[in-house]
């Protein structure tokens, strides 16, 4: 997930800190008083990250996304904490959003209490949109999403055929962004993207497309690996991934750019190919390697 901290004082900054540090994922975190240029941010980040996390009051995180607000499908996820720590609060999108989970990892890193309210959750029941964000489908419309978690909350049977209410499940495209040093091997690429997969429990043939810089057009270990998965591969120039970069606010790597033009690749070359994707898995790290996953509903 591509994640976002804002606080608003120094008692905050320091738990934001802790958490940006620890919790895979963190892109930025935000620092300041003036809750007009607060607003002015979130107005600005609400759609460009998955994930939300104010370090301030319920009422003010409320305020400042109230507008953004528009669907479970597509809203980021949003927590709260206090700033000494003591709670992390699921605010929006706790089911295919992520924001759950996401609490209880946070929780986990600063010692504090998880305030997660989704029915389901709180009675250790999977709800159907959470099992959907897990296998890659996207859940719709939303009046069946409420209807089958309503049965499972119940303890109703829940059957896997057309019924008076149906549930459509379309698979996501995976989009893979891929980095990786001159000369690397097919077979390091494969090795690579296979173990990415492997971290949100896919296998490789649920790839789409491959996105990369321009500059790995004659890249033979990486034309190779397309070929071998039978996947297009989509190149950017280096202007391109910088725009995204810088719209995204995506961690860049001062070696790479000096390197190459651009600091970031696996992630700007998947967010190039496809804005209203979410990050699967971020930007990590393998042998001469670095992959980014992203689900794309395009």
């Known amino acids: 997930m591509r994640i976002a901290i804002f606080s608003v004082t120094n008692h905050g900054a320091e738990l934001a800190e802790k958490i940006f540090i620890n919790l895979d994922g963190c892109r930025?975190?935000?620092?300041?008083?003036?809750?007009?240029?607060?607003?002015?941010?979130?107005?600005?980040?609400?759609?460009?990250?998955?994930a939300l996390i104010f370090i301030t009051a319920t009422g003010i995180a409320?305020?400042?996304?109230?507008?953004?607000?528009?669907?479970?499908?597509?809203?980021?996820?949003?927590?709260?904490?206090?700033?000494?720590?003591?709670?992390?609060?699921?605010?929006?999108?706790?089911?295919?959003?992520?924001?759950?989970?996401?609490?209880?990892?946070?929780?986990?890193?600063?010692?504090?209490?998880?305030?997660?309210?989704?029915?389901?959750?709180?009675?250790?029941?999977?709800?159907?949109?959470?099992?959907?964000l897990r296998v890659g489908v996207k859940p719709e419309p939303k009046e069946a999403i409420k209807i089958i978690n309503s049965a499972i909350l119940n303890d109703e049977p829940v059957y896997l055929?057309?019924?008076?209410?149906?549930?459509?499940?379309?698979?996501?495209?995976?989009?893979?962004?891929?980095?990786?040093k001159r000369g690397t091997s097919r077979e390091l690429i494969s090795k690579a993207v296979e173990a990415a997969c492997n971290k949100i429990n896919q296998s490789i043939e649920r790839i789409s497309l491959i996105a990369?810089?321009?500059?790995?057009?004659?890249?033979?270990?990486?034309?190779?690996?397309?070929?071998?998965?039978?996947k297009e591969i989509r190149f950017f120039d280096v202007e391109t991934l910088q725009k995204t970069i810088e719209k995204y606010n995506l961690s860049e790597s001062e070696f790479v750019?000096?390197?190459?033009?651009?600091?970031?690749?696996?992630?700007?070359a998947a967010l190039s190919y496809v804005e209203s994707g979410k990050f699967a898995l971020p930007k990590t790290k393998f042998e001469n390697v670095t992959v980014a996953l992203l689900w794309s509903q395009n």
């Open 28 to 50: 930025n975190f935000i620092k300041g008083r003036d809750f007009d240029r607060l607003r002015e941010i979130v107005d600005d980040t609400f759609n460009k990250f998955d």
């Open 161 to 180: 055929t057309a019924g008076e209410t149906i549930l459509n499940l379309t698979p996501l495209k995976l989009i893979v962004g891929i980095g990786c």
């Open 212 to 230: 990369s810089v321009d500059i790995k057009r004659d890249e033979v270990g990486l034309i190779e690996f397309a070929k071998s998965i039978d």
């Open 62 to 132: 409320v305020r400042m996304i109230a507008k953004h607000i528009e669907s479970k499908l597509t809203d980021p996820a949003v927590l709260v904490i206090d700033e000494l720590g003591q709670h992390v609060i699921s605010l929006l999108s706790g089911h295919v959003g992520g924001a759950n989970e996401l609490t209880l990892k946070i929780a986990e890193i600063i010692n504090a209490e998880p305030v997660i309210t989704t029915a389901t959750d709180i009675n250790n029941k999977m709800a159907i949109d959470s099992l959907a």
């Open 257 to 268: 750019k000096k390197t190459i033009g651009v600091g970031n690749v696996c992630e700007a």
